[in-house]
């Protein structure tokens, strides 16, 4: 299964709401991850099935959809928010990665 | 709080086999309801993953890598271990080990990540 983020990158300022899209090439129902990832670090999970907050994972950050079609939101960008982020579905295997969504200031 | 440490060579020789161990701290890898993965990430590219393997050494391996790889579970050392056969410049990456969390019997995430190793395949 293919997984496609739009956009591959994203200028915004402190504050702002910003959303990334993530489209699989066929359902994979909910079972579609969000990963965090900081320069030289490993990825972070931050949303599990499709809309779950990891615990430990701040409230700013939310996920929806199902199927093909799934969104991450941060509703109000913070200075640690600057990263790249990833999706992933885990309804099949191999499992696949989007190739990632980049968020700079 | 559970951890996990990837170790190994970080330069292989193009044609060698490319070997890593995962230590799992902090958990027992024989829990139910938890796989363990390898996932690599090329120079300023995404995330691919590899294969995982369940503690009674079950395993499934991406496709597109079955042909080179193999990974096997020490439960004694609470280790798990990636092998990658006939490397070339195209394996040089980033190598993490990974908890796959299950929320059912086929799907899950990934909630727990090793640091990372940084593996160079060259002569």
């Known amino acids: 299964i293919q997984m496609t983020q739009s956009p591959s990158s994203l200028s915004a300022s402190l504050g702002d709401r910003v959303t990334i899209t993530c489209r699989a090439s066929?359902?994979?129902?909910?079972?579609l991850n969000w990963y965090q990832q900081k320069p030289g670090k490993a990825p972070k999970l931050l949303i599990y099935?499709?809309?779950t907050l990891q615990s430990g994972v701040p409230s700013r950050f939310s996920g929806s959809g199902s199927g093909t079609e799934f969104t991450l939101t941060i509703s109000s960008l913070q200075p640690e928010d600057f990263a790249t982020y990833y999706c992933h579905q885990s309804y099949t295997s191999p499992r696949t990665f989007g190739q990632g969504t980049r968020v700079e200031i | 709080q559970v951890q996990l440490q990837e170790s190994g060579p970080g330069l292989v020789k193009p044609s060698q086999t490319l070997s890593l161990t995962c230590t799992v701290s902090g958990a027992s890898m024989s829990s139910d309801g938890y796989y363990w993965s390898w996932v690599r990430q090329h120079p300023g590219k995404a995330l691919e993953w590899i294969g995982y393997?369940?503690?009674?050494?079950?395993?499934y391996y991406n496709p597109s890598l079955k042909s080179q790889v193999t990974i096997s579970v020490d439960t004694s050392n609470n280790q798990f271990s990636l092998k990658l056969t006939s490397v070339s410049a195209a394996d040089t990456a980033v190598y993490y080990c990974?908890?796959?969390?299950?929320?059912?019997?086929?799907?899950?995430?990934?909630?727990?990540w090793g640091q990372g190793t940084m593996v160079t395949v060259s002569s």
């Open positions: 066929q359902s994979v129902f909910n079972y």
């Open positions: 393997i369940y503690y009674t050494g079950s395993t």
């Open positions: 099935a499709a809309s």
């Open positions: 990974a908890r796959d969390k299950r929320l059912n019997n086929f799907a899950g995430a990934f909630d727990v």
